[in-house]
């Protein structure tokens, strides 16, 4: 979880806001061309930024907008099956959002990660939230709002997205056959270890979303049999 220190985000809005305008402090109600620009152009940035898991030809690699695309789009869709009670709009603005840190703090391969690259994967990401916070704090505050209720995991739309954000490389790695998976060499153990940890891991925060555990069970199930065919049958 991206560790935000609320103390310095506070004080790098204030500043943002007393540079940002001769309006003595106060939020410009207007949107400067200049602003939008400047957020279309972090997208953008985003949009190149490479991530681990492969299209389905196994050589092209996923971006962070492709992968948030597909969040997304399969976020809104799952919930509106799987639990109706869910405020898709707060399921679909945590999904655009969910990775946006990675502009600045670049992605970060999860699979075999050690304590001291969690650690280190947490700070970058401190970091980037708070130069997101200077740059838009002011001209687009909703930016700043949406990603620390999501990272603060306080409401189920955000512990969904989270869920489900660790079962989209599921997704592409059976889409192509497992092409990552077999470039690293992963063993059948060590990819069965490696889906016990994570359930370990989300059964923290999914503890109100069997369902999502249980898509996770079957999608693992799904790819063990195309990486090691006959590995989960009786």
Known sequence: MLA?????????????????????GEINPSIRVE????????????????????HEDGVRSETDADHTVMLAVLACSIARELR????????????????????????TVTISISEAEKKDKRRREADAFLQITNEFGNSFPWLIETIENYESLEDIESRFV???DKLMPKVTHILNNGAYIRQIGMTK?????RYDRQNIDMSEYMYDLPEII????????????????????A
């Not at 602003?35 to 492969?54: N, W, Y």
């Not at 869910?86 to 703090?105: S, T």
């Not at 079957?218 to 790819?223: A, I, L």
């Open 189 to 193: 153990a060590g990819l069965i270890a």
């Open 35 to 54: 602003d939008v620009v400047k957020l279309g152009q972090l997208i953008l940035k985003f949009s190149r930024v490479d991530r681990a898991t492969l």
């Open 162 to 164: 989270k869920g489900l």
């Open 214 to 233: 249980k898509l996770s069970d079957d999608m693992s199930e799904v790819f063990l049999d195309i990486m090691f065919p006959g590995s989960t049958s």
């Open 4 to 24: 935000i220190d609320e103390s310095r985000v506070n004080n790098d809005r204030m500043e943002s806001r007393d540079l940002g305008g001769g309006n003595g």
């Open 84 to 107: 109706p009670d869910l405020d898709i709009g707060k399921v679909a603005q945590y999904a655009l959002v969910h990775d946006l840190v990675e502009v600045y703090a670049g992605d």
